[in-house]
């Protein structure tokens, strides 16, 4: 069932005002997430942006900062919990966190919760890279993007690490047979929706994979975030799709994808690749390959 | 109340299921596993309603305790030595958060060396992290302080995390007769559930929690956190007491045996002071009269408990199973700071002892008091079992390389 904006649950779990930067991308995917679940919502944040720009009482949800990498943890303990105490029913236990607690320092944890088949939402918020302390370089930070901790100069271009060797969340949650797991994207707010709807009727674990571009940390007018998540997925730098018992499926496809450039030139921390037409090149190039070594996945 | 033959982990276990936890997470580590696989079996039997959360590591064994102690559910884990180094970060968070969780601990040492064997390095070096710490000296105190443990730490007074540690192989492997409780008396001494006097994650009564707290706020929860730990004592003396009327067992911070007359008065931790008072029996028939202060309750630290112990004594022997690397033993600090202001102020020297697991036999103790007999004689660390390196230093005076 397509979502459409009539059908968007209209009560907003959170309270007006927030810590967070402008255009901040997290606080507008965390609104809908929480909305498409509805009040019947434990929250479990993992330390990240979100944790800290919701901090003096911004849900209206029960919400636990825990630690960096345990996220998954807890509520596999909230899980059984509730399950002995005979009030598991009705009541959705969501984890968000960043690609940093999620890709790197959780992604121990995670898997241990995924594995045991706890029950749980989770959320990751990629903004592919750790804006809460202030922009390094993460699991998912796209090749050559230029982060604090793989500047741009004479022995260095940015990250390294080739656009195929990025952790790719949403294949390594599909790998531990999770019955649901979707990427999602925050210039796509019913999509995203209908990917948490869809999860919150799961029993057992469920992985949505967010993208969530960062003015602050990425060098961008922060009024540009949303185009700038629609771009990434037009350009095929985000491929959006869902995962049910194994299968994939494209649940919105680009007709014909347009060049990485467009996406690139919003933001600072490419500036060196678009002014290199052969690095600009070799990110195309990246992103065709991954962009079909997951389209021939698809069912 | 039935005899039973139990070993440390066994006694653990049997105090958890009467205490009818309701979640247990756990992650394997030698020697404390056998507590988990006996708690798996009453769960696989039916003997204990619970939920085990069979994490991939210590990390999240304590962190899926959280998660279940945030919505009021009983929890118990176990660990020891690399694992609750693993824990560590866990620790300060499940007593910031005030979760009431029990943790049994087969104590092991640090590695490296890699070494299965008892000492307290690992409980120790987590002495400062908010939680109670007990130390059990036989099987039968395994038993008696997992079930004081959950009764201190759910207290609305307390509401502190507790751990109870015992001597790896010495204490988790060694069977030795257990008084076990029938379950009606543990219903009479812990509620079915935890009491829930603290806000709990529900969504009919939402709540933020594990916030950000400013500097001007801060000292006033630390110190609210102190307070609660140093109260607990009075909370424990409660509970000692109903166990008291109740078992007939006595139980005390500090456990004395020949303190009253004694001029030399050895304090530790664990299954060595048992080992102690045998050789002060021994010493005394040869006319030296010693007398062993056993301290079981060691956070909160029991002062009043152990000035009173001492009583009179002009030398006090701390045996450590344990090194502070580059000051002393760990237990040391504490009674030099608890002794300082004694009416008698008596010397307080400071003995390594057993790490690693080294057996900590009669003789050991007798060294020891033979080596600090005088006093403070310009040394105060001795570390009576180290051989000295290759070129024939020795640590202590008397001990060869």
């Known amino acids: 069932m397509t979502v459409r904006l009539k059908d968007l649950p209209t009560e907003e779990l959170l309270h007006k005002g927030n810590l967070a ?8 995917g965390f609104r809908h997430v929480l909305r498409a679940l509805g009040p019947e919502t ?26 960096f990498e345990n996220a998954p943890a807890v509520v596999s303990g909230i899980d059984d919990a509730l399950r002995v105490q005979g009030r598991r029913e009705g009541v959705n236990l969501l984890v968000v966190a960043g690609d940093g607690g999620t890709a790197d320092i959780g992604l121990g944890s995670l898997s241990g919760a995924i594995e045991r088949g706890q029950d749980f939402v989770y959320v990751c918020f990629d903004n592919e890279m750790y804006m809460n302390t202030g922009g390094q370089r993460s699991g998912t930070t796209p090749y050559l993007a230029r ?8 022995e260095s271009r940015g990250e390294p690490r080739t656009e ?15 019955p649901y797991a979707a990427s999602a994207s925050i210039g796509y707010p019913l999509d995203l929706v209908e990917r948490v709807e869809k999860a919150a009727r799961v029993r057992g674990p469920t992985y949505i994979h967010v993208h969530s571009p960062c003015p602050t940390g990425w060098g961008m007018d922060p009024a540009k975030t949303v185009e700038a998540a629609q771009l990434a997925v037009k350009t095929g730098c985000v491929v959006l799709y869902e995962v049910e018992d194994g299968k994939r499926r494209i649940t919105r496809g680009v007709a014909r994808r347009a060049p990485v450039e467009e996406y690139l030139r919003l933001q600072s921390r490419f500036r060196h690749v678009v002014a290199d037409p052969v690095a600009l090149a070799e990110v195309q190039r990246g992103v065709d390959e991954r962009y079909a070594a997951l389209l021939a996945r698809m069912a | 109340m039935t005899t039973e033959f139990w070993n440390g982990n066994r006694a653990a276990a049997e105090a958890a299921r009467q205490a009818r936890v309701q979640v247990v997470a756990a992650y394997p580590i030698t020697p404390q596993t056998h507590t988990v696989e006996y708690l798996s079996e009453y769960v696989a ?16 064994a304590l962190s899926a305790c959280c998660g279940a102690s945030a919505v009021g559910a009983r929890t118990f884990t176990a660990s020891c030595s690399q694992g609750l180094q693993l824990m560590s970060e866990v620790l300060y968070f499940a007593s910031g958060m005030r979760f009431p969780i029990v943790m049994a601990i087969a104590n092991r040492t640090l590695s490296v060396p890699v070494s299965i064997w008892a000492d307290h390095q690992d409980t120790l070096v987590n002495r400062d992290c908010g939680w109670i710490q007990l130390y059990a000296a036989s099987v039968q105190e395994v038993y008696d302080l997992v079930l004081m443990a959950f009764r201190t730490a759910e207290d609305p007074r307390v509401h502190l995390p507790a751990m109870v540690a015992y001597d790896g192989f010495i204490l988790s492997h ?19 559930e935890p009491p829930h006097l603290r806000p709990l994650l529900d969504p009919n009564d939402p709540k933020q929690f594990g916030e950000v707290l400013f500097p001007d706020f801060y000292p006033d929860i630390e110190y609210k956190k102190h307070r609660a730990l140093e109260e607990s004592l009075e909370v424990m003396g409660e509970a000692f007491e109903d166990f008291h009327s109740r078992t007939g067992r006595r139980l005390s911070p500090v456990e004395t045996h020949g303190c009253e007359d004694a001029e030399i008065v050895l304090v530790g931790l664990g299954s060595m002071m048992q080992t102690a008072r045998h050789a002060a029996t021994r010493l005394r028939a040869e006319g030296t009269k ?10 909160p630290f029991p002062d009043r408990d152990l000035v009173e112990a001492v009583g009179g004594a002009r030398t006090v022997l701390v045996l450590d199973r344990d090194i502070g690397y580059g000051s002393a033993g760990m237990v040391y600090p504490d009674v030099t700071r608890a002794l300082y202001h004694a009416p008698s102020r008596p010397d307080v020297l400071n003995f390594i002892v057993g790490t690693g697991g080294k057996d900590i036999t009669p003789k050991t103790i007798e060294r020891c008091v033979e080596l600090g007999r005088h006093g403070y004689r310009g040394m105060s660390v001795f570390w009576p079992d180290a051989r000295g390196p290759a070129e024939g230093i020795a640590y202590t005076p008397g001990v060869k390389a």
Do not use: W
């Not at chain 2, 039997?45 to 999240?60: F, K, P, T």
């Not at chain 2, 060694?174 to 079915?192: F, G, Y």
């Not at chain 2, 010693?290 to 309750?297: H, M, S």
């Open chain 1, 147 to 154: 982060t604090t901790t793989t500047p741009v100069g004479a």
């Open chain 2, 290 to 299: 010693v007398g062993v202060a056993q301290v079981r309750v060691y956070r």
């Open chain 1, 164 to 178: 195929m060797r990025r952790k790719d969340m949403v294949e390594i949650a599909v790998a531990h047979g999770i």
């Open chain 2, 174 to 192: 060694a069977s030795e007769p257990v008084e076990a409780l029938p379950d009606e008396e543990i219903r009479a001494l812990l509620p079915p």
């Open chain 1, 21 to 28: 930067c402008a255009g901040c991308p997290e606080m507008v």
């Open chain 1, 42 to 67: 434990i929250v479990i944040n993992a330390t990240g942006c979100l944790a800290v720009i919701t901090q003096m009482g911004v849900p209206k949800v029960p919400h636990f900062h825990v630690l």
């Open chain 2, 45 to 60: 039997a039916g003997r204990l309603d619970a939920r085990l959360v069979r994490v991939e590591s210590e990390h999240s």
